[in-house]
């Protein structure tokens, strides 16, 4: 099962941290990442993290501005997003599988998403 938790209401240039706390599983086997998907569009793919910490990979939109991490003796994955703009509204979906998580279907559990709102 996995939790997502850290959404609210910012302002453009805001900071969010979002926590995914996993249970119920071997968390350190699986890859990690995060999802969002804004109203009236399809869920996209915002960053990925392998096992071993090393090798994030991030989504176009969120490099030089998100951060993902992981740690593994708490079953916990992060996102840090900072200068937030409009355009990250939307809610955000952690998610676990045996690959990259670049692109859905590579998705194997999904947690329920934290609303994140972005005001200008």
């Known amino acids: 099962q996995l939790q997502a938790s850290g959404g609210g209401l910012v302002q453009a240039g805001d900071s969010l941290r979002l926590s995914c706390a996993a249970s119920?599983?071997?968390?350190?086997?699986?890859?990690m990442g995060w999802f969002r998907q804004a109203p009236g569009k399809e869920r996209e793919f915002v960053a990925t993290?392998?096992?071993?910490?090393?090798?994030?990979y991030y989504a176009d939109s969120a490099k030089g501005r998100f951060t993902i991490a992981r740690d593994n003796a708490k079953s916990t994955v992060y996102l840090q997003m900072n200068s937030l703009k409009p355009e990250d509204t939307g809610v955000y979906y952690c998610a676990a599988g045996f690959n990259a998580l670049t692109t859905i279907d590579r998705v194997d559990y999904w947690g329920k998403g934290t609303l994140v709102t972005v005001s200008s």
């Open positions: 119920g599983r071997t968390f350190s086997s699986y890859y």
């Open positions: 993290i392998s096992l071993s910490y090393d090798s994030p």
